[in-house]
């Protein structure tokens, strides 16, 4: 949520030269994605989203963000369009860094999302899973199991001082989790941080799907446990399975669940909840000194992780299989 | 540069229904202005922004800053024009602070301005100077002479931290402006905090002024001198004064400066200099904790102010005359 970098006049108007869209006639920074600088850019074509990616975004990993762009849009799924240069790239360089132009999408993020538009964020999760089946290119998700004891390796000396048995606490829950992860389940394209943020809305219909920078193949169920942790807790930390119910029915209207998957829902959410937990807990513990954005409490996944211990099955979450 | 107040989509829609302006189709925080929250809003009616006033703004001025704005476009002066709602009010509440919705003006802030950037805004800043001189409203100018030794006061004790020697120099240069400083130039309405942020171009061509929330009544030159000191210093900290020569020609051009505003130049940017110093040095040593906005440099002003005691007349700032 911030302008990490500033981009020279000279630089932007040689940098949009190279595109086919016209002349700069407004460029301002935005509030929108945590990783990357964003800039709304103004021509006299149209509206559009500069982004500079800055250095939580391996560069080698682009071409699989941009080319998903461009496979789920031409699916339906309305999200940001890369627009490639005169030369054709949909990538180049600016102020130092990877940089890409993509459409303006209309809507806004909903902070306090209602049923309805958790019943809507179901379906366009559940046709993003579709329409990202035949996408040829594979991602592995680094912020999966494995990815979740080097995070720990890096916190857990000071854990303690963020709430008192946090380190064994996601010691024990590591040690459940790696005895009891799924390893066969329905795989494919995910979006992985479909936090409220990152889903535009006009009313109750979905307009857009941004901020694909942590897209990956993994289980397409463990996406729904990351919207289920994200969408469907109130901020009094209870849970509400209205919200979630809805989800899951909207997401069954366009694919419907396997049996595996439903069975495997309350672990999914334990791992999605304590994939948020530690890589908050990590960033809290190193915020840089003059940093531009306010750590996220990594206590929010700590007790939504309390509520999926208890869960017994996907029942808890509305689901009536 | 931040989103200092987030706004619930509830109260949003509620706040713009009060408006003719349609349906919201997007809205997103952007980094302008410095000291209030502002919001891209994009309606099914056009393109606005949607300010929050923070804090440092006091609420009794806002009528001063929404009536300047409408009075100066007008008379042709292009900056935002605050958009009333059902009840004719400029001024609403959102998120419980004062708010205003006003029009969406195109063109960048250029970050290097050249000598005809320069130029340009000297015209402009004599225009509105011009536009002004019928506003019936007063504001006076808090950050000038009189305001100056309580900032000193706030940071003294700790001035010598940022830069050895620099309260001594401080205080040396209040008694030399409490001394020198002019008492009968023509006034008008300021802006005040002319800054490069603050004016649009497309091209060479200013399209518009935007952040009038330093705006006040004092020495039209002393807004010149504000100019000088923002606009023509390089970043290795030397005064280019073919730049400067630009803007006061600018100037010039549409309000000819009288003998002793050109006489009086080289106190009022030293003044000016002085001003920002002092401001930025006591926002320097109380950054906040988790603050969103890194403080800017006050030696920055320190060596500029030293430029300005050099000089002998307003042939230094390339004024013939």
Redesign the interface.
């Known amino acids: 949520?911030?302008?990490y970098t500033?981009v020279?006049?000279?630089e932007?108007f040689a940098f949009v030269a190279g595109y086919d869209i016209g002349d700069?006639?407004?460029?301002?920074?935005?509030?929108?994605g945590v990783e990357n600088t964003n800039y709304?850019l103004?021509t006299t074509a149209g509206n559009y989203i500069l982004t500079l990616y800055e250095k939580r975004v391996h560069e080698e990993d682009l071409p699989f963000f941009v080319r998903l762009m461009e496979h789920l849009a031409a699916r339906g799924v309305t999200c940001p369009q890369p627009v490639r240069d005169r030369a054709g790239e949909a990538l180049g360089r600016l102020a130092g860094r990877p940089a890409a132009i993509v459409t303006?999408?209309?809507?806004?993020s909903?902070?306090?999302p209602g049923p309805r538009h958790c019943g809507a964020l179901g379906e366009t999760l559940a046709r993003l899973h579709e329409a990202g089946r035949d996408f040829p290119m594979r991602r592995p998700n680094a912020l999966s199991l494995a990815g979740w004891p080097p995070l720990f390796a890096a916190a857990k000396a000071r854990a303690d001082e963020v709430s008192p048995g946090l380190a064994s606490r996601v010691r024990d829950e590591l040690a459940f989790l790696a005895a009891h992860w799924p390893d066969a389940l329905p795989e494919g394209v995910i979006h992985a941080d479909l936090f409220t943020d990152n889903v535009?809305f006009?009313g109750e219909t979905v307009s857009g799907v941004i901020d694909f920078y942590f897209a990956c193949t993994d289980f397409l169920a463990y996406d729904l446990a990351i919207c289920l942790n994200a969408w469907c807790f109130e901020s009094d930390g209870s849970f509400n399975v209205t919200k979630a119910r809805a989800m899951l029915s909207g997401y069954e209207r366009v694919r419907r669940l396997e049996d595996v998957e439903v069975a495997a829902l309350p672990i999914l959410c334990r791992g999605s909840a304590l994939r948020f937990m530690l890589t908050r807990l990590v960033d809290w513990l190193n915020v840089p000194h003059?940093a531009?954005v306010?750590p996220k409490d990594p206590l929010e996944y700590d007790r939504k992780l309390g509520f999926h211990r208890r869960a017994a099955s996907a029942r808890d979450y509305g689901l009536s299989r």
Chains 1, 2 share one sequence.
């Open positions: 949520m911030a302008v500033e020279a006049d000279e932007l700069v006639l407004s460029f301002k920074g935005i509030a929108e709304f103004h303006f999408l209309e809507g806004l909903i902070r306090r535009f006009i003059g531009l306010r």
